[in-house]
Every structure is written in C-alpha cells, then in structure tokens.
C-alpha cells in the first residue's frame, strides 16, 4: 500500500515544521500517522501509543526548539512519530531490528533522544535533571518531560513531582491521559479554561494579584491564594499538581492543534518561574480503527495487515511459556485458596489476566509500581498468605531494595515468578532478563531455580509454592515451550537438588535453565565425533548442587557450565564451590559460559544467543578447546 505524504517528504528536522501555517501541520499529523501505521505494520513494535501522541509529537516540535530544547518521552515507546520527524525516517523501516533503531528513545542513536527509557517514570526526575543543570549554566532552554498516565503510578514519579514542586527551574511535564483516569470528559469550556490560565494576559494578572495579596494579612494572603486554586480546581481538577508547585493547565484535548499549540506557546514564553503540568486527553490507537477497537489499543503488534489490521502471528507448536505459568498457578491456586498473584500494570504480558479470571479476588494489579508489588507481597505474607510476585525480571530491578529489606531480611516467604529471563529480541537491552541471577543469587535465604523447560516451570511453581519459610524466587523465558506433555500434576523438587540428563567421559556440561536444549545438541554432535560427555541440569542456581559439582569435577577433566545470565550468576556459584573443595588443584579445566559483560543491542534472539556465544555451536567450540583437539575445532569453526 503506498500512501502520499507530500508534506512529510519535506520534512527531514523539526526546524523544517517552523514555516508551516496550522492548517499544514494538521495535515503533516495525518500524513505522519499513516507513515506510522505503514512502518510498524512492517516491523511490529508499539503502534497504539505512538498513534496517540502524534498531534502532541508535532506540537511539541513545532513550538519547542529541539534538539537544544530537551523533549523526554516516558518509556519511549510512543516515540516513533518523534523519530520520524527527526532525522530517522529512511531507517524507521528496520524499527526494532539488528542495526536498526531502537524502539525507545536512545542517546547514542540521536541528539534529539536526550535521554534513554523503555522503563516507566523515569521521565520527570531526568528532565529536571536537566532543568537544573540548564540553571547551573545559566541557559534558558527548556526540558520538556512526556509522561503517560499509567506511567504517573510509578513511585518515582511521585518523587520527582514532590522535588520539582519545590524549585523554580523551567520544567514542563506534559501529563499524556490517554485512558480518562485523571480527568473529566475534554469539552470547549475546559479547552478555552486552559488556554486562559495559560495566556500571558492570566499570568500578569495572577502575578499583579499576588503582589498585592503579599501586602494584606497572612491570613487573607492565604484566603485569597486557596480562593483561586480551588476554583481553577473546580473547573480544571489541578488542585492536587497545584498543591504539589506545579502550574496546572488542563485538560487540553490533545489531538486538536488550534488548542494545543496556543497552550504550549503560552507555556514556552512564561515568565514565572517554577515547574508546569500539562494535562493533555488523547485516544491511544488514534486514527486506526482496528486499533481504536481493540482492548489493548493496539499495544504492542507483530507485523499486521494495515486494511484488516489482521496481524501476521506465527502458528504456536507449543504454549508458551507465560501461558504454562498462569495455568500451573492456577492449578495450584484451585488446591489452595491462600494463593494470591501479584502484577505491576503487566496481566497479559505475564498470564495474570488467565489466573484473574479464575480469581478475580485473588489477583492484585498495583500499577506500575514495582517497589510497592514486592513490598506488598512481603505483607500478605506475614499474615499467611502465599503471594506469587510475577514480574519481569527485568522489571524486578525496580524493587531490588524492597526485595532485600522487606522480603529478604524478614525471610519472608514470597515467590518472585520473573518472566522473559534471557535475552528478549526485538525490545533489546533494556528488557533482556539478564541480571537476576546475580542480584538474586548474592542474598542469604533465597532460593531460585531456572526451569530448563515448560513441564520444569510446572515443577518450579509447585515447588515454589511448597517452600513456607523462606523466599524464592523462578525465571523463564519468553516464547514457546518444547511441546511437552504437561498432563501430569507439578511435583515439588528437592531444593538444591539438580539432575543427571546423561552420561559420557572427559567432559560435563552443568546446564542452568533454557540453554539445556542447546547442550544436548552440543552432546549429540560431540558424540557423533566419538566424544561422549555428561550433561546435567542444575535445576537450582541457589542453593546448588554441591554434590554434583563435585561429582562432576573429580570425574571429569573438563566441566563447562553455560546459563542465560550476566557474569556474576550461576558460574560464579559453581566457582565458590569448586574454590572451597579445592577441585580447582586437581587440574580440572573450568568453562563458565555466560551473557558477555556488555550491552547486545536489538535483534531476534536466536541471533542475540549466538552473538553471546550461548549456542550448541559455541559449546562444541569450547570444550574441543580444551580438549586440544584443534583440528577438530578449526574444522567446526569453518
């Protein structure tokens, strides 16, 4: 489908929207929004965010004087509009794939993405970190931050509104409502109120009267101050961003420009001082059908058909492994009722929204607050429940401290289910699940297994739910199981206990998680070149199998681990071990394999395995390597 965008064609930076009258820009938006639709359709990724925002993106590029005026998406999913229209165009058609750009906002990919997110409210507290330092130097630029309302559960969030509330430095936050969760339906009355309070005429006024007021008793400076915030209240519902400092001005109807770039210009020019919100309603999904009626909006879509909207999803052999966990807790939950599931603004993402319909009063959604998900479950735990906390692992980083404090240090028994362990694909290295093992794995009490497939995970959330004194914690990956048969009940392992898969000489592989398929792939080939060696699965990255390590190691003369972690993980476990009972004097070669101590950006991740060096491939490699069995390897390698 070819569309026409003879507008966009001009269009290569925001400085070239500068000459357009309002009635272009109107068009521009159009043209930019079907350039959108065309690209993600091509690639998936984000669409129904960034269809939202692109009367705002055009808005902000047009008033605002970017790149030295700092605009900061929160997450950056909604960024693709804003790529477009700076610079990234003719490589939008590689969005998300290996060399392409990124699908967040990223520093080193443009000087107009002054920030890198793909995590939720980070988006204030950097942008006043650029206020602040505009101050410092003595410019007047202006930091811009875009924050979506689910973004504004997030914790930190709160805490950068409360710090920016007390300065004077020249922050703008634009509050994206896209759900109706804050404010009223958007009328005319509330779009002229707020192009009112923002007008330069208003502010004077304000100012005069607050110079005058500063003359009369306190007690009628105070009367007179509450008078005006809690009409504008009334009217506007800013009364509590009023009592947090900021210039409330809202709610403005975000896909209409005649009221939006008024309001924004007002903003730019103020002479007061002190931090502005910016209260803006859009439709996420706007402007595609199939979208506006799809529950999620369109949230994130693999590639699609941009007439039906029918997105192109590969045929499932197996389950995956998200839809295996919700249906094992579910299971578990039917047998006991003091199972309780927690998520943090992720129910689809990580099956929750299955076991809510199971259990609706047994199911919390928190939003997106992560800190608050595990100390809440640490809660529910003291009064005997059995809270399953399942987030992302890399989501998880987020309340690292109250898993120490409150989960950890109390011994409290809650299970920390971490989806999409591993590398991630297409959403790069600000999803990939690549340090639990090693945050987890340095806290005294904690348990973690690391399923090496779908009917392991069923064992893991049994298991998980059999351990009462202390917490735990299971990772697994995103995407399809093996097709294994899960009719049978989970069984609960034997803590620190791993497993022998098969027998051979020489070497052994100790596998931890889903890199168990690719070791007896690397088994099968060995074989076939007359090596035969010991592949086991650990089960448990903590505690380990100390007894098979050691088996392991004083029988064979090569012991590689590999696992889908950062350094510092599950090898580094096996290290202590071999170091305490002194199997390193023995002359045992050890191979850890792990992720590479630095950053992979996005691709499939078949292909991020093989660039980390976690593949069949690399195993074989290795452990001829070691054998000195060269000729064998330069073979292989070749």
Known sequence: MVIQTPLLDHVNFPRDLKSFEIEQLKQLADELRQETISVVSQTGGHLGASLGVVELTVALHYVFNTPEDKLIWDVGHQAYPHKILTGRRAQMPYLRQKDGPSGFTKRSESNYDPFGAAHAGTSISAALGFAVAHDMHGKKNHAIAVIGDGSMSSGMAYEALNNAGAMKSRLIVILNDNDMSIAPPVGAMSNYFSRLISSRPYQSLRTMAKEVVSHLPKSLETAAKRVEEYARGMVAGGTWFEEMGFFYVGPIDGHNLDHLIPVLQNMRDRVEEGPVLIHVVTQKGRGYAPAEAAADKYHGVVKFDVSTGQQHKAQAIAPSYTKVYADSLIEVARQDEKVVAITAAMPAGTGLDLFAKVFPDRCFDVGIAEQHAVTFAAGLACEGLKPFATIYSTFLQRGFDQVVHDVMLQKLPVRFAMDRAGFVGADGATHAGCYDLAFLGCLPHMVIMAPSDELELKHAVTTAHAIDDAPSAFRYPRGEGLGLDLSQPGQILEIGKGRLIREGNHVAILSLGCRLPEALKAADTLAELGIHITVADARFAKPVDENLICQLAKHHEILLTIESGSIG????????????????????????????????????????????????????????????????YLKIAT
């Open 569 to 632: 993980g599950f090898a580094a476990q096996v290290t202590d071990v071999l170091a305490k009972h002194w199997l390193f004097d023995t002359g045992l070669k050890f191979r850890p394999l792990y992720m590479p101590d630095r950053l992979l950006d996005h691709d499939v991740p078949s292909s991020q395995y093989e660039e980390a060096g976690l593949t069949a491939h690399h195993i074989i490699t290795t452990v001829l390597q070691a054998l000195g069995k060269e000729q064998l």
